[in-house]
């Protein structure tokens, strides 16, 4: 079993906390609808890693190969609501550069969990809610620091 602490740093440089919305169309009526989701993934050429993480709160995992010269590479993806519930609440106190990513997918597969919805349809007023969330996610996976910021801060 991996510790939080462990998962924690292993999330913090190579994991990804994501929000999404995606365009579904739904075959029984004829129309398509937006889906929303959350999850956590991770992408490694090492798979025993990945499989522990697996056993310890279940998720799937891929394998993705490269062309050629580049190494093959696992993906373990974590998108069931109350598993990443979990996982969140395990790893949060350890989180570093993430950290921000993570409290806002948890607020949000909170919110997701306390509100009715009809399979992935939402009324819109209700994911009016939220829509900051994923406006917020979009510019924390886009931000970084200048080399001159860095050296301000660490002379």
């Not at 993934?41 to 056993?55: G, M, N, R």
């Not at 062309?67 to 949060?92: E, F, M, T, Y």
């Amino acid at each position: 079993m991996l510790s939080p602490e462990y998962i924690a740093g292993f999330l913090d440089a190579d994991g990804s906390f994501a929000l999404l919305k995606n365009k579904v169309f739904d075959n029984r009526w004829g129309n398509s609808y937006i889906q929303h989701k959350g999850y956590v993934a991770v992408s490694l050429t090492y798979y025993p890693t990945l499989k522990k993480l697996q056993d310890q709160y279940g998720g799937y995992l891929m394998f993705n190969k490269h062309a050629s010269g580049k190494k093959p590479c696992w993906q373990w993806k974590l998108s069931k609501r109350d598993n990443v519930i979990i996982l969140l609440n395990d790893v949060l106190p350890f989180l570093e550069e993430k950290k921000e990513q993570a409290q806002l997918l948890l607020e949000y597969l909170e919110w997701r969990k306390i509100r009715p919805y009809n399979g992935s349809r939402w009324r819109p007023i209700d994911f009016s809610e939220v829509a900051w969330m994923f406006d917020k996610m979009k510019k924390l996976k886009h931000e970084w620091v200048s080399i001159e910021e860095v050296e301000r801060m660490y002379g």
